[in-house]
Each structure stands twice: as C-alpha cells, then as structure tokens.
C-alpha cells in the first residue's frame, strides 16, 4: 500500500499534523490558532457530500468567484443560493463541466470586497440520483491589492551566445552548448526548454541531444514563457507552456497554451474568478482537466509580523480547470490553510508584497490528494482535495516527519510522486544559501514511524551549481526509481542527465545569464503546417549557394533541389543529407529560381518549399 493510499480519503491535519517534528516551537499562539481555526474550516469542508469552492471559510475569494459543485461521475446541482453579507441574494447560472462530474454557479455580479458570502444548495453525488443532499459554504472577499506591474528586469548575457539563420532570420534563440556528449546509457529524446533572460528571444525551444535547434517559437516583446513540455491531451502528444509577463514582484500574470504536433494552437487555458495564471505550474490530466497556480496580492494586516495594519501578502491559489469550458472545478487557498507562522521569508519594508508561501509546484495524488511544494515555508504539503485540509506537512517549521540524514531542504521547487510512494523534489539549498550545491532529493515517507529517508541525492561531480531559484528533477526511467534522472537548474543556465550511480550521462548549458524554469526530455515527433523555409545566393556565374530550414520538422532525412529559368520549369540539380537546423547546399545552376523538397529516410516528399529567386 502506498503512503497516499494509507491515509484515507480525508485525513486531516488534525489526526498527523501537529507533530513539531521539524523543530519549531508549539507555544507559538498565533502559529497554533491559525492551525486551529484551518483544521475547523476543513472538517466543515469534510461534511458536504461533493467539494464545494471556495472551501469553506476562504479567507480571501476573489470578488469574481464562482462557486464549484464537483463530485462524482452524473452529479447534479439545483437550488443553489448565494447570499452576500453587503451584496445581498446573489442571482446567476449553473454550467456542467465537460467531466459530467459537477457545475459551477456563475453570479450575475461580483461580489464586495471583504463581505460574507454563504452559500446552499442541494446536490447529487453521482449520476442518477437527484439533487437531494444538502451542501454549503461560507467564504469572505478578498481585499485585492493594487502592485506594481513592472516587469523583472533583463540580465544581459553574451551577445555571441544567438543562434542565428539565413534561411529563418527571425529564429535568435539562446544557443545550447553541449559539454559532455550523449554517453552510453543516455536517454534518448530531445530537450524541451524555454529560455528567457540572457540574450536570444525568449520562447518555447526544443533541441537535439547535440544541441541542435528544431524548433523556435519567438514570442512578442516582454511576453516570456515557462514550463515547456510534451503532455497528453483527448490521446495525443501536446506541446504545452505558459506565457506571459514576469513582474518583478516575483510572479508571473499569464496563460497556458497548447499547440498540437503541427505546431497550431489549439487549445488556451486561462485561470478563472478574475485571476491570471501563475507561471509555476501546467499539469493536464486524462480528464481533460488543468492544474494551475495563481499569485494573488491582498490587502491584510500584518503589524502582528513586524509590517503594517494595511500591507500586502501575496497569496498562492491552487485552480483545477476544465480546459473545454475554462471552468474552475476546484480552487483552494494557502491563506487559511497554511499559517502565515510557517514561513521563513521575512515580511519585506514598504510596499513589497509578501510572498509567504510562494507555491511552486502542484502534483495531484491518485487516493484524492495534491502534493503542493511552498518554496518560503521550506515545506510539502500533502492536501485533501475534499477537505482543503492537510493530510501531512514534510519539512519546514512543522513537519509531520523527523526528517532523516540528508533529507533536509531549503527553498526547494519541483515535488513529484514518484512509485512506490517516494517523493522527488529539487533541493535550490539558495536563496540566501543554506548549502554548497543544489541537489536532486529522492525522499522515503514512513507514515507509520512518522520518518523520512535519503533514497538518493544527486549532485553535479564536476561543478558546483547553486540554484537561486526554479529548478526540476524529472525521473526518466519511469516506474523504475534507480534509472536516470535529468536536472533543469533553473536561475542557472545548466541542465544534466545522471545515471543511476549519480554518473553524469549528459550535460549541456544556455548562454550566459539565460534561465530555464524547468528542462524536460521526451521523444517527440513534429509535422510543421507551414512550409520549409529558403534562401537562395548566386555563388558565380552558374551556381548558387541554398541554405533550408524547416522549423520543427523532426523526419527530414535530406533535402532535393530544384532549379530553373522561372517557377514552373524547375529541374533537380542536387540533393543533400540533412545537417543541423539550417542545411547549406552548393547548387550547380544559376537558377536563378530555386525549390527545395524535404525528403525523409525512405525518400519520399514530406514538404516543399516555395520558389525563391537567387
């Protein structure tokens, strides 16, 4: 049995949550009443016959909220009523998720900052029955607070480190410089990266194990994206990240976007109840369902942690989406649930907000938990999607654990079940520093001893890499936990494969100052809508130079020229084995018009280019 499995379906805070295992004191009384008042609100969550967003006694609701009804397969939703304490009877409309597990009551009008809001309704729980069981909720509005939008500043890198082509001169990515080859025992696949910072055009990217360009996705001034992966959306491999504007109040304010294997969107997943979505986290389910992360800033007292009687706190809010519709199926808050008490993030001077949790990353469990990493508490949450409660808390101020040799981390991003009930985290150990190295942490959980265990640790041999921010561990192997690991260092511009002994298989590095949020490896197969790309230069009086490129296109094996007087009476001239991203090719013909079909390992014609003149 695994430990998600052994905990039941709502197991709170308040049956493992209260062991001071991690060291801090238990006479904190705000510490322990903010714990107090999150236990009471989860076991009035426990009771509703479905989940209700926002769980009960939200603290801070945004003003354009939805109530989520989410249940079983065929639940049902009817007299629903919502009352505001200074709005009044709020009236508006039910709409099902595409899930057929439940609706979501949209009010025709906001809600006011700082009121009550209670909520009734009758529900069923699953298909067939009729909505005849009770369900509630009570949550405030949230004072949102107004922040600078200005954008993080850019760290200027080497100029030289840009990739650049004749034949697609608006591709400039960072370059990728492979420092150790692929070695025996390598992963196979190609890297998914998305660069920003440094110099380059910021924008999703997959390389080659030799560092080779397949495709470039340049986005627009200031726009920058983040977590770039392959997942699976209605059967099919998707291209997924985020995009949008990083502030420099350390968040982002954006959207997902998922683009198919022809590299055309089709698909945008944007956070609900008036929110933008964070850049942290994009994780799509079997369901057709989205996990996404929100910072949302608000106005609260803070006097009682050395700030002001009207600062700003930035909260962490946790959204399940349904991607057809875009509506939210499940929200939940850290304020509320996760005392202010727990973080280790001093409260800043002046109008800076607090981030005090700063939730970077969102793993879903299969016994109805999420596994939430919160970078400034220095802790793993394991939550019940039902309750908002917590099942168990692993490092920080209050873990659940004693925390064994080397199992310590220190504002780490990245927590992923992994089989076996293991848990893998990347291990920053910055900023400020606590260690030498940042590390990838493979952790054993005992519920029963309440201890957790060192199952491995992998640091680089040859460098010493301290990651001030971001950062990824991804499991290669699969099911199997002793087979390779890949590192995304994040702030810094390394990524590298290990294998199973902590060996390094693989190791390649972005320009100067460039940042990848996290690296991923996956094998992917790519099929451009649009045509190869040319460019055609006289080399003399009977020969051209042809330089060709298609972006994204993964099955070219060669390219075959064509060459003539005009458009329509093109002969072949020559034919070349593709060489990188850009292929150039020395053409016995004066052209001056030029075609190029790109041909693949069985010679037939995948593409054509359009006919250019030298």
Not at 171 to 176: D, I
Request: proline share 8%; glycine share 10%.
């Amino acid at each position: 049995m695994t430990l998600r499995a052994a905990m039941g379906p709502i197991a709170l805070a308040l049956s493992v949550g209260l062991c001071a295992c991690g060291g801090a004191s238990a006479s904190s009384e705000v510490l322990h009443a903010e714990e107090l008042h999150a236990e009471v609100a989860a076991t009035a969550a426990a009771a509703n016959p479905v989940t209700v967003s926002p769980l009960p006694d939200t603290e801070d609701a945004s003003p354009e909220t939805q109530i989520a009804f989410l249940g079983g397969p065929g639940t049902r939703v009817a007299d629903v009523r919502v009352v505001g304490s200074r709005s009044g009877v709020h009236t508006g409309r039910l709409e099902a998720y595409s899930t057929g597990t439940g609706e979501s009551f949209l009010p025709t009008h906001p809600f006011v900052p700082g009121e009550r809001v209670t909520v009734h309704a009758r529900v069923s729980a699953s298909a067939g029955a009729p909505p005849a069981l009770a369900t509630s909720t009570t949550f405030t509005i949230a004072h949102q607070a107004s922040i600078s939008k200005k954008e993080f500043p850019i760290q200027r890198g080497d100029a030289s480190a840009v990739q650049h082509y004749s034949s697609a001169p608006t591709l400039t990515p960072s370059t990728v410089t492979v420092t150790t080859p692929a070695k025996p025992g390598a992963t196979p696949g190609d890297f998914f990266l998305a660069p920003y910072q440094g110099e380059g055009t910021p924008g999703p990217m997959i390389a080659d194990q030799g560092g080779n360009l397949v495709w470039s996705h340049p986005l627009p001034s200031g726009i920058e994206s983040t977590d770039f992966s392959v997942q699976q959306y209605e059967g099919k491999p998707v291209l997924v990240w985020w995009q949008g504007r990083i502030l420099e109040v350390g968040f982002g304010q954006g959207e997902q976007v998922l683009y198919n294997s022809a590299y055309q969107q089709i698909a945008t997943i944007r956070a609900g109840n008036g929110y933008r979505s964070d850049l942290h986290e994009i994780r799509l389910t079997p369901q057709g369902t989205a996990w996404i992360d929100v910072f949302d800033p608000v106005n609260l007292n803070l006097k009682a942690e050395g700030g002001s009687s009207n600062d700003i706190l930035t909260d962490s809010v946790i959204e399940e989406v349904d991607v057809k519709t875009g509506l939210v199926m499940w929200e939940w808050h850290a304020l509320g649930h996760i005392p202010i008490g727990e973080s280790n993030q001093p409260v800043p001077a002046g109008n800076y907000p607090w981030d005090y949790v700063h939730i970077n990353s969102i793993d879903p469990g299969s016994s109805g938990d999420v596994l939430l990493s919160s970078r400034n508490t220095w802790t793993l949450y394991d939550v019940d999607e039902h309750s908002g409660g917590m099942h168990w808390r692993l490092g920080g101020k209050r873990s659940t654990f004693k925390l064994g040799p080397g199992t310590r981390f220190y504002w780490q991003h990245d927590a992923e079940w992994q089989p076996g009930g293991l848990i893998s985290v990347f291990d920053n150990g910055s900023n400020p520093p606590k260690e030498k190295q940042s590390r990838s942490l493979l952790l054993a959980p005992n519920l029963t001893t309440h201890t957790v265990t060192l199952a491995k640790a992998l640091v680089n041999p040859a460098k010493t890499l301290l990651a001030s921010s971001q950062g990824n561990t991804l499991n290669l192997a699969g099911a199997n936990t002793a087979g390779n690991w890949l590192m995304g260092y994040g702030g810094l511009p390394n990524f590298t494969e290990y294998g199973p002994s902590g060996e390094v298989l693989f190791d390649a590095t972005l320009g100067k100052n460039v940042q990848d949020f996290r690296t991923y490896l996956s094998p992917w197969s790519g099929q451009p809508a649009s045509p190869p790309s040319v460019l055609a230069q006289p080399a003399g009086a009977s020969a051209m130079t042809v330089a060709v490129s298609w972006n994204g296109a993964t099955e070219v094996a060669s390219w075959h020229v064509l060459a003539g007087a005009s458009p329509t009476t093109l002969t072949p001239v020559a034919t070349a084995p593709k060489s990188g991203f850009q292929t150039a090719i020395a053409v016995p013909s004066a052209g001056p018009y030029v075609t190029v079909q790109a041909l693949n390992s069985a010679g037939a014609v995948i593409g054509t280019s359009a006919a250019v003149k030298a």
